[in-house]
């Protein structure tokens, strides 16, 4: 294989969650001007069309479909969709997520399940949908975008923890159970990102600097800085890797 093809993602479909805004719109955005047919999901419409605007405006080709990821029963029609159109799904990227920030005896029964149906849950059934037109094609790279919270503990983040400690787990179990068919799974775990949702936060400046004291290279990561992460584990260069999650922390993980 030549070098140049190593990260060649062009004409490939993927599908993209959360991807109306944040890590998501940038990724589906990245994943466009390399080429691939994108297909974005969120629960903002509005947002999403405005994105595929945008998008085809670029020359990108792009697929837009409102839905609600955590209703499990929308998304093997949803992907039967991308699959009537596309004839394929080699990529998803199971980027939608959040967190809610209360101390431990604060947490809620809505809190957890909020955050664990969103964060975990929609991504078991997402790659199972998506699976099922992976095997057709014996070929397929799932990602999962995890967090360092996977691998390491934080104040006022049980739940968001213990989601990102089960989608790490997940991602091992699947990439077993798939190899066989030739579907890839691994998974990103990010520091900290610069983005509008954590822009607030980081206004608490003692908050800010115990998460810097905590990255040995001593800045927030950027959205750009997942990119690469992003093409090696969507093309051939990373085909012989599975069940892995990528710590994309600069170095947190590492004390």
């Known amino acids: 294989m030549k070098i140049e093809e190593l990260f060649q993602i062009k004409d490939q479909v993927a599908i993209v969650t959360g ?21 974005l999901i969120a629960r903002n419409e509005e ?5 595929k605007r945008e998008m085809e405006n670029s020359g990108y080709e792009v697929m837009s479909i409102p839905c609600d990821v955590t209703q499990v029963q929308q998304l093997s029609e949803v992907m039967k969709r991308v699959y009537e159109r596309f004839k394929r799904i080699d990529i998803l990227i ?7 920030t209360k ?18 849950k929609s991504a078991f059934f997402c790659s199972q949908a998506a699976s099922k037109y992976m095997k057709k094609g014996q070929k397929g790279k799932i990602i999962n975008m995890s967090s360092q919270m996977s691998q390491v503990g934080y104040y006022k983040r049980a739940a968001y923890c213990s989601s ?38 980081f206004q608490d400046k003692e908050f800010e600097q115990d998460v810097l004291n905590r990255i040995p290279l001593g800045r927030l990561a950027k959205v750009e800085d997942l990119f690469g992460a992003v093409l090696y584990l969507s093309s051939s260069g990373s085909d ?5 999650t990528l710590f994309v922390d600069g170095g947190w993980t590492v004390w």
């Open 103 to 120: 101390e431990a005896e604060e947490v809620t029964e809505t809190d957890w399940d909020t955050v664990l149906d969103l964060n975990l």
């Open 47 to 51: 947002k999403l069309n405005d994105l």
């Open 19 to 39: 991807a109306s805004q944040g890590i998501g719109k940038d990724i589906s955005k990245l994943l466009g001007s390399c080429g691939a047919k994108v297909v």
């Open 164 to 201: 990102k400690g089960g989608l790490m787990q997940q991602t091992r179990a699947l990439a077993i159970e798939w190899a066989k068919d030739h579907i890839k799974v691994n998974s990103i775990a990010p520091t900290f990102i610069e983005t509008p949702m954590t822009e607030t936060m």
């Open 94 to 100: 199971n980027n939608a997520g959040t967190n809610i």
């Open 240 to 244: 012989m890797v599975t069940g892995q």
